[in-house]
């Protein structure tokens, strides 16, 4: 049982190996994002803070160091219940904080928890979800952000998105308004399978074909989150780039070994 971990406890048909990467980029001069990557509970989050005066990086910890307490029972709907309740409870204390201050204090969400044959994954703003599978990088996650609504109405062109004057207005995030409604995804994990859940610094500076090619042509998933990395660097890093990224291992494989 070397190299990955796993827990009898989450009862899980997969154990799994994961990386998490957090980096201040080449322009700001703090870094706003938060990970955690609580292996023993197979759980991950990011969390992207936003708020002047230091206020993006007091939310997206807050929210990280609470999330980081939960631990997963052998139900997997009561766990989604823990995780919504924390991040309503964390959305109510950022938005009176920020009533408090008079500003807007908020920070994105996104998470993946494993159970049994199954990951969760759950978000709010525009930190997303993918899963790299037979070679193919699927997003899970829908952005929650005004230029995703304006292309789901069809008002924009995928064009006209990429460079839109708003590209940076977010409907939801935790602590930016009274009510905050978290949307879950679950799927089936398949041996081989890579999951990625990331701040927006990925994708302002690669597209999602370079991030598949770049998954494509590593050997390891050490050396996917190193390239993954140099990559935003190398474009620029205008923000601050959070990841993580999560490969399930078939315990099945690994007795027959
Ligand atoms: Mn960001």
């Known amino acids: 049982m070397k190299g990955f971990n796993s827990n009898a406890l989450i009862d899980s048909a997969f154990g799994w190996r994961s990386i998490s990467v ?84 908020g920070s994105t969400i996104v998470g993946a928890v494993l159970n049994k044959a199954h990951i969760l994954l759950y978000w709010a703003g525009d930190s997303r979800g993918y899963v790299f599978r037979n070679m193919h990088l699927s997003q899970l996650t829908r952005d929650h952000t005004l230029v995703q609504d304006l292309l789901d109405e069809n008002k924009i062109s995928l064009e006209q998105a990429r460079n839109h004057p708003e590209k940076n207005v977010i409907t939801r995030a935790v602590g930016s308004h009274q009510n905050l409604f978290v949307d879950c995804y679950m799927m089936p994990i398949k041996e081989g399978d890579i999951f990625i859940i990331c701040s927006d610094g990925i994708e302002k500076e690669i597209d999602d074909m370079k991030l598949e090619s770049i998954l494509k042509n590593s050997r390891s998933l050490k050396q996917s989150a190193e390239d993954i990395l140099d990559n935003v660097l190398n474009a620029g890093a205008r923000d601050n780039v959070s990841f993580v990224l999560i490969e399930p291992v078939s315990l099945n494989e690994i007795t027959r070994q």
């Open 22 to 105: 957090s980096n201040t980029g080449k322009v700001r001069k703090i870094n706003e994002d938060s990970c955690m990557e609580n292996k023993e509970q197979a759980h991950w989050a990011v969390a992207d803070g936003m708020g002047g005066h230091h206020a993006g990086d007091l939310a997206s910890q807050m929210i990280i160091n609470n999330l980081s307490s939960l631990r997963q029972s052998a139900d997997l709907a009561s766990f989604i219940d823990q995780i919504e309740d924390t991040l309503l409870g964390v959305n109510e204390n950022l938005y009176q904080l920020a009533k408090s201050r008079n500003t807007v204090i």
